[in-house]
């Protein structure tokens, strides 16, 4: 038995069985990278460790930069963009203010939620619009 060829196998194995346990499509690729040195050793018995590590590292690294040359982005755009993100679904919306905005920072009432907004000082009342968003702070300017 060549242990070198099952060894590569188990290795290829288990970085795709990895890959399932901590998402990121490295170590998917990395495992093509080991499958790959496990078929060059089959078919080319000859080939010492450090070859074999040192294909591996080579192949890797191309695997990881085809990856993120060709496949990495071109995920289909979701419909509903905005679903999830809940401050973004608020942009572009008008509301009065519910509590003015002093030193950059007040909170308007949209629905039956309160945010809190970022913007410049403006008393109680003043209709502002939605123009961006920070995590779950809403960017307002005067309407």
Request: glycine share 10%; aromatic share 10%.
């Amino acid at each position: 038995m060549r242990w070198d060829v099952v060894g590569w196998g188990a290795i290829a194995l288990l970085l795709m069985a990895a890959e399932t346990l901590v998402p990121g499509a490295f170590l998917l690729w990395m495992g093509f990278a080991a499958a790959a040195v496990f078929l060059i050793t089959l078919f080319l018995p000859g080939l010492s460790l450090l070859v074999q590590v040192a294909l591996f590292v080579v192949l890797s690294f191309l695997s990881v930069l085809v990856y993120r040359t060709w496949f990495r982005g071109r995920e289909p755009q979701s419909d509903h963009p905005t679903l999830n993100r809940r401050a973004s679904q608020h942009i572009g919306r008008v509301a009065p203010l519910d509590q003015p905005i002093i030193a950059g920072r007040g909170r308007i009432k949209i629905g039956d939620a309160f945010w809190i907004v970022e913007g410049p000082d403006l008393p109680v009342g003043t209709p502002v619009r939605v123009v961006g968003t920070d995590g779950v702070n809403l960017h307002v300017e005067m309407a």
